[in-house]
């Protein structure tokens, strides 16, 4: 079985392209999600946040994602101890959740893939392309945040043009070209 990697930046469509895959039957691992599950429900996890964040990390046994989310995008020590964290039990999962697999090929989609370094694990990876202007838009949509906010979120990010040129594929997400016919040519490919 293959593993392929699907990353892009915030705001790229990551997750409307595996949307697209998942209707053709490839299983996807979806890391981000994973990693807030984990955050909540593994007590190993949970007690190393509180050791290292102090209690407040979590209000009424619920993660208290704002307060973490400013701790990290705020400071970079803080946000690789927080993936230092995080990784590892995300990565522990995934390799669980792709034992039970039996597809040809699966998905691991990752904002962060090439940043925490998990794109060694993999086979090759899908890079979602979009231009900034149009990620920014569609965040300020989808998350009602500040362009502050978002442009903090993007600088802990890897420039879009590294992470294409590291990746086997490229999928533009960009609302003029069509993505069906991209995501069927990278999953033909992928069968064979």
Same mark, same amino acid.
């Given at each position: ?17 595996? =949307? !697209?895959?998942? #209707? /053709?039957?490839?299983? *996807?691992?979806? %890391? ?44 970079? =020590? !803080?946000?690789? #101890? /927080?993936?230092?964290? *995080?990784?590892? %039990? ?45 990620? !920014? ?56």
């Amino acid at each position: 079985m293959k593993k392929i990697g699907l990353t892009g930046n915030i705001g790229s469509g990551k997750t409307t392209i595996s =949307n !697209v895959f998942r #209707t /053709l039957g490839v299983p *996807v691992f979806y %890391a981000d999600d994973e990693a807030k599950r984990l955050m909540v429900e593994d007590e190993n996890l949970k007690n190393e946040l509180i050791s290292v964040f102090g209690a407040e990390v979590f209000v009424e046994n619920t993660l208290n994602r704002k307060y973490l989310s400013e701790l990290a995008f705020n400071d970079e =020590n !803080v946000l690789q #101890t /927080l993936n230092n964290l *995080v990784h590892p %039990a995300v990565q522990n999962s995934f390799n669980n959740w792709c034992q039970k697999q039996s597809a040809q090929y699966i998905l691991k989609e990752a904002a962060i893939l090439f940043e925490s370094g998990s794109y060694k694990e993999l086979d090759a990876v899908i890079c979602v392309k979009c231009p900034k202007p149009k990620r !920014v838009e569609r965040i300020m949509k989808r998350d009602s945040v500040t362009l502050e906010q978002i442009e903090s979120r993007m600088s802990k990010q890897w420039d879009e043009e590294k992470k294409c040129s590291l990746s086997q594929y490229i999928i533009r997400n960009d609302d003029e070209s069509l993505v069906i016919p991209q995501v069927l040519e990278i999953h033909k490919e992928l069968l064979k």
